[in-house]
Antibody, heavy 119, light 112 residues
């Protein structure tokens, strides 16, 4: 069973860049997309974006101007960078595995990491 | 974006009794392949969400058969035939048809 583990700073200052990394047991399988989802009391559950083994990326249009997802297959990792953060970006951030082959689902989630943006 | 609207937002339930959660989408989730693209997730307290149902009515691996999904177009339902104590948590519907994938607000199920 795949395991995903988020890592990164839990506190980021407003206007700075949020950076998180997800380490995937077993590697970045090309059958899946590797995504980021966040959850906050104010916005609920929000899909951020994802990346495929091939490098194809999809982003939430509402965040696309500030978000970059990249991967390092040699380390079994992929990363999220979000620039110019505000307090509205405070949330629990999950890395998650997505299937986009017609079934379309998120079937595995990391445990989540709390990121707080301080003003 | 496709808006997913769930009801009720809170659902007190009695163990052994049935329960039902509704989800309505702002656009049809019926794709040209005949499938309706709605998934259901359960987030138990302190845990990450887990997939219960995909493509409206298909139970994910390991999900008990007391869970069933139905619906078409813009109206969908998740039913629990007999609620058990382990079913408490927040249930989310989600549409994976159109980017961005979007989630409902969540329905909190708790034992009476």
């Amino acid at each position: 069973q795949v395991q995903l583990q988020e890592s990164g700073p839990g506190l980021v200052k407003s206007s700075e860049t949020l950076s998180l990394t997800c380490t995937v047991s077993g590697g970045l399988n090309s059958d899946y997309y590797w995504g980021w989802i966040r959850q906050s009391p104010g916005k609920g559950v929000e899909w951020i974006g994802c990346i495929h083994y091939s490098g194809i990326t999809y982003y939430n249009p509402s965040l696309e101007s500030r978000v970059t997802i990249s991967k390092d297959t040699s380390k079994n990792q992929y990363s999220l960078k979000m620039t110019s953060v505000t307090t509205a970006d405070t949330a629990v951030y999950y890395c998650a595995r997505e299937r986009r082959d017609g079934t379309n689902w998120v079937d595995s989630w990391g445990q989540g990491t709390q990121v707080t943006v301080s003003s | 974006d496709i808006v997913m609207t769930q009801s009720p937002l809170s659902l007190p339930v009695t163990p052994g009794e049935p329960a039902s959660i509704s989800c309505r989408s702002s656009q049809s989730l019926l794709y040209s392949n005949g499938y309706n693209y709605v998934n259901w997730y359960l987030q138990r307290p302190g845990q990450s969400p887990q997939l219960l149902v995909y493509l409206t009515s298909n139970r994910a691996s390991g999900v008990p058969d007391r869970f069933s999904g139905s619906g078409s177009g813009t109206d969908f339902t998740l039913k629990i035939s007999r609620v058990e104590a382990e079913d408490v948590g927040v249930y989310y519907c989600m549409q994976p048809l159109q980017i961005p994938w979007t989630f409902g607000q969540g329905t909190k199920v708790e034992i009476k």
